[in-house]
């Protein structure tokens, strides 16, 4: 069974740092890229950040590079995503997905967690 666990959300103020991680387990972890994508209310589903796992490429979108930096810790089949110099606007639930390609829109993307909520107060 395929899973993907999201962890690490929470409530913090603009300034300030999260670092979420996603779990997974059901396939090889080495072939597949691991997306992270956010949602706030009333808005379509983003692609933030993306990582290849067979060859380390990475992906961020403009609203948050700079800020945030992807890792694959690929013996624990898990990739975090640190978000630093949160802003309020950065306020969403995020998902983590699993899919074949790097890339930053939903429907390359097979697997999904059920999401983490983070809150960044102003």
């Known amino acids: 069974e395929v899973q993907l666990v999201e962890s690490g959300g929470g409530l913090v103020q603009a300034g300030g740092s999260l670092r979420l991680s996603c779990a997974a387990s059901?396939?090889?972890?080495?072939?597949?890229?691991i997306g992270w994508f956010r949602q706030a209310p009333g808005k379509e589903r983003e692609g933030i950040s993306c990582?290849?796992?067979?060859?380390?490429?990475?992906y961020f979108a403009d609203s948050v590079k700079g800020r945030f930096t992807i890792s694959s810790d690929n013996a624990k089949n898990t990739v975090n995503l640190q978000m630093n110099s949160l802003k309020p606007e950065d306020t969403a639930v995020y998902y983590c997905?699993?899919?074949?390609?790097?890339?930053?829109?939903?429907?390359?993307?097979?697997?999904w967690g059920q999401g983490t909520q983070v809150t960044v107060s102003s």
């Open positions: 997905a699993a899919g074949v390609v790097l890339g930053s829109h939903t429907g390359e993307y097979r697997y």
């Open positions: 059901g396939f090889t972890f080495d072939d597949v890229a």
């Open positions: 990582i290849s796992n067979s060859d380390g490429s990475k």
